[in-house]
């Protein structure tokens, strides 16, 4: 319920109301410019106008927006524009289906969604604008209601006229205006002024004094409610009290509904001029009408003079006037069209800056740590962190060989693993786990995969399968079929060659080749020592990310510039090109301690290094994919000292931006489920702990 009254919420109402509000003064200033032209074109710009403003809730409802940018403000700063995408080729090799993905991080403007067995959003109260404007709704469709049942209780203890005369001439005149269904004409004995009525069945009420009038007020008073019912006012008016019982607290609307209704009458009264009708005769019969009428409870009808004095006396010296200019197309034309664009705009133009995306901002709401006394708390490295679709977190230690798992809310649950070359023993530190589509957990270490299902009470060993290659800092995916991918990101003759091995029962196979790189070694050396070779690494220096997803998608970048090569798994290559030029400068204490690191390692060499400490880090700090598949490239430049911030990419399309404590550590494989991201800290006692980092949207500075 709550989810389907959400575009209406305090916010929504008032976003509602400023559009209602461009809308409605449009369309007053189009009717003040029309103000001498034929009543019917005004009249036509009310129903057009009504019409719009009935949709914009519509519009809210299905979240039908179009984004238009506009100038950004002055304190954007260039890391925050727009990346470019380059689609760079089409590979023939390499092709491996994308599976079902998960739902993804919450992204502006829809739903929250939540992982399945993880508790969802505690009930919220109706916010007193949205309750308000529900009571005046309510009672605006209800008064409404109840014009509509008067009018049928009128017609039902009303009498059809019996005069042949009448109803002959009725007849005529309705083929005259082509009018295809027939019209009802009775007598009430209630009303006091002719009135005409209802939607499928149109229905014209005469008062009883009817049988007093003269043929020529039959005939003008026939004419006037024949063409209301051609022109199909009473649909109008419906559609403008409408507009009234939804915008009751808006006053241009109430404005709105007065003109309709002038314009209406006019409108017909221009009509019925046009048919032959003398405007002193006509007017002196709308003037007879008038004063006998008397005022009743509204009713769903277009009475005939049931009007002010101020309103009747414009209906009468617009009769009068001798100069009445005729319907322009080309103008009657424009002004649709003005209204019409107006109207869309108003309903569906989402202004934002030129550079907007939307933001979220992450917040510790887990700690799974040290516990006094108790061994499972206590962690030596964790370098993986998972999480099951009941939302148990699975921890990897590699200190102790083995593979905690706690439940949601951080509390020990059992363990398995541990040192060993049994089944389901791990002979070397594990790196990483990750659910097959079956459910079953993998977990693998240097040169084996074991496969494990997970259930209340601990875990279950059921198979492994020998690594014939590959690296540790991949994750563990898997193709459509469900067959275990291992990948190899290997360097050959200074090329990154990327390989991805389909793993099957005990052998590797389907070996698949997806394309090399150039590798830039500006931020490596190599030193010959005998035999030996020796790895110097820059600190701050330029290094290659890779990053593996799943379903067979990678990309891969050099962090000294925002530049990826996103590798899809339909073998489809995009460049994704972001703001040039370096990253932040790095402070005192920053270099004073590169330079220490750098320093430390020159001391076991014999040559001094090409290479120095660089005055900015490099643009980029990782990639990664999420569980969905969304590619997330995290850049070392953010706002302030505290926070990390990520560029998040779906299909090679920028859709949001997430930004974390910098303290989380995610690792060389973070794992980002529906809702949250699980990374690691450590305090100044050396203290690990594996946290949850949960995201809302960021707060406008």
């Known amino acids: 319920m709550m989810g389907s009254l959400a575009p209406l919420a305090a916010s929504s109402l008032l976003e509602l109301v400023v559009r209602a509000t461009i809308l409605l003064s449009a369309a007053l200033a189009l009717a003040w410019l029309a103000r001498r032209g034929p009543a019917g074109v005004r009249h036509l710009l009310w129903t057009i106008t009504f019409a719009l403003l009935l949709g914009l809730p519509v519009f809210s409802f299905l979240g039908l927006s179009w984004e238009v940018p506009i100038v950004p403000s002055a304190s954007t700063t260039s890391e925050q524009r727009f990346p470019e995408i380059h689609a760079i080729q089409a590979g023939a090799d390499g092709v491996v289906p994308l599976p079902a993905s998960e739902p993804l991080l919450p992204v502006a403007g829809s739903p929250r969604q939540v992982p399945v067995g993880e508790p969802g959003s505690p009930a919220r109260s109706i916010p007193r604008p949205l309750l308000l404007w529900a009571v005046g709704c309510a009672i605006g469709l209800t008064s409404l209601a109840l014009g509509g049942v008067r009018f049928a209780r009128l017609v039902r203890t009303a009498s059809p006229v019996r005069d042949q005369v009448l109803i002959r001439q009725a007849e ?356 010959t020592e005998g035999r030996m070779m020796t790895l110097v690494e820059q600190p701050y220096g330029p290094r290659w990310l890779v990053a593996h997803g799943p379903g067979g998608a990678w990309g891969v970048a050099s962090s000294s510039e925002y530049s990826v090569t996103l590798h899809q798994p339909d073998g489809n290559t995009l460049q994704i090109d972001g703001p040039p030029g370096p990253g932040p400068a790095l402070t005192t204490s920053e270099r004073d301690s590169a330079q220490a690191d750098l320093d430390d390692q020159l001391e076991r060499l014999r040559g001094g290094a090409p290479f120095g400490v660089p005055d900015h880090k490099p643009p980029l700090a990782n990639i990664f994919f999420d569980r969905g598949g969304r590619l997330w490239v995290e850049k070392t430049a953010v706002r302030g000292d505290e926070m990390r911030e990520a560029d998040v990419y779906d299909e090679g399309v920028l859709v949001a931006r997430y930004r974390w404590p910098r303290h989380v550590d995610l690792g060389h494989l973070p794992w980002v489920t529906a809702s949250a991201l699980y990374g690691t800290t450590r305090d100044e006692l050396d203290v690990v702990r594996v946290v949850r980092v949960r995201f809302e949207p960021a707060r406008s500075d």
Do not use: K
Request: with cysteine; aromatic share 8%.
């Open 172 to 527: 005529a005149l309705r083929q005259r205006l082509g009018i295809h269904n027939d019209v009802r004409l009775l007598v009430s004995q209630v009303t006091a002024t002719p009135m005409t009525g209802g939607l499928l069945r149109r229905v014209i009420l005469f008062p009883a004094s009817a049988a007093e009038w003269s043929p020529e007020r039959w005939r003008v008073v026939l004419m006037h409610e024949m063409v209301h019912v051609r022109r199909r006012d009473v649909l109008r008016h419906l559609m403008g009290r409408t507009v009234l019982a939804l915008y009751w607290f808006h006053p241009l609307s109430w404005v709105a509904t007065m003109l309709a209704a002038t314009a209406s009458e006019e409108a017909c009264d221009e009509e019925v001029l046009m048919l032959g009708t003398r405007p002193s005769e006509y007017a002196a019969h709308l003037l007879a009408l008038a004063g006998s009428t008397s005022a009743r409870r509204p009713v769903l009808t277009l009475p005939m003079s049931q009007q002010t004095h101020s309103r009747l006396e414009r209906r009468i010296m617009a009769i009068l006037t001798p100069f009445r200019p005729g319907r322009s197309r080309i103008g009657t034309a424009l002004m649709v069209m003005a209204i019409s664009c107006t109207g869309v705009s108003a309903a569906i133009v989402q202004p934002v800056t030129g550079d907007q995306i939307p933001t979220f901002e992450g917040s510790i709401n887990l700690r799974i740590g040290e516990v006094e006394g108790e061994d499972p708390y206590l962690f030596t490295w964790v370098p993986s962190v998972a999480t099951d679709p009941d939302g148990r977190v699975i921890v990897i230690d590699q200190g102790s060989h083995q593979v905690r798992v706690f439940d949601r809310d951080g509390r020990f649950l059992f363990h398995f693993g541990g040192p060993g070359e049994g089944p389901g023993e791990m002979e070397w530190p594990p790196c990483c786990a990750g659910f097959a589509p079956d459910d079953r957990l993998w977990v693998r270490e240097r040169f084996r995969y074991h496969a494990f299902v997970l259930d209340e009470g601990g875990a279950r060993y059921e198979e492994g399968l020998i690594r014939r290659t590959g690296h540790r800092s991949a994750p563990i995916t898997f193709d459509s079929t469900g067959r275990l991918i291992d990948v190899g990101s290997i360097v050959v003759g200074g090329r990154l060659v990327g390989a991805r091995f389909h793993m099957g029962p005990g052998t590797a196979v389907d070996t698949v080749h997806v394309g090399t790189v150039e590798e830039q070694l500006t931020g490596r050396a190599w030193f």
